[in-house]
């Protein structure tokens, strides 16, 4: 199976394409822009030799983090799958850096702290071990003031950017090539247009009200 793995969820996108586990290629750019994703996408496929017809699925990094980058890798998923008929799977982001604390071997209790802006934090916590890991706490919404508690009590903190708030905490960004691993070991592909980005708060819009009729004078 090729697996082509988007991961925009933070600043550093990345893209990568998994051939039956193992990584073939990767491309990365930092403080992308909507308008490149297409030439990363061009840049992976190229390095591993592939044309897109050869690409039997996709997989896409849900977030939190990056609601435009996030809405930019579902919507060239989408569009993917119009053109080729490709099934897709959705990724938490911090499940990839999970995946990545256990590459970087940081075992023990880690958490992952993701910006969430308004002087909050996406805040999940793992166990990490040399045979894999294991959720300790759900990803949720956490104050500045929790989350500096909480981490105070973990071996390991990690995240994009991460050391803005917490000097001692280890930076990673969410990586296409963890991403297209994690998708590799899964069967439950989907329609590319069941994918939703991962956002814990409620929609702060309010619907319009349809146009009032004002008849003439």
Known sequence: MKILAL???????????????QLCAQAHEARARESHALALVNEALRTASLEREQINRLAIGLG??????????????????????TA????????????????????GRVSMVIDAQRNEFYLARYEIAAAG????????????????AIVKTDGFVIGPEVTRWFPAAHVLFPDASVLGRLAAARTSFLPADKLEPIYLRETDFVKAAPPRIIPAV
């Open 7 to 21: 991961e925009f969820s933070s600043d550093r996108r990345s893209v990568a394409v998994v051939a039956n586990g």
């Open 64 to 85: 939190p983090g990056s609601y435009t980058g996030i809405r930019a890798a579902i919507a060239l998923a989408q569009g993917w799958q119009l053109a080729r008929d």
């Open 88 to 107: 897709a799977i959705g990724v938490s982001s911090v499940e990839c850096l999970a995946g990545q604390a256990h590459a970087e071997k940081m075992f």
């Open 133 to 148: 890991w294991r959720e300790l706490e759900p990803l949720r919404l956490a104050s500045m003031d929790e989350t500096r």
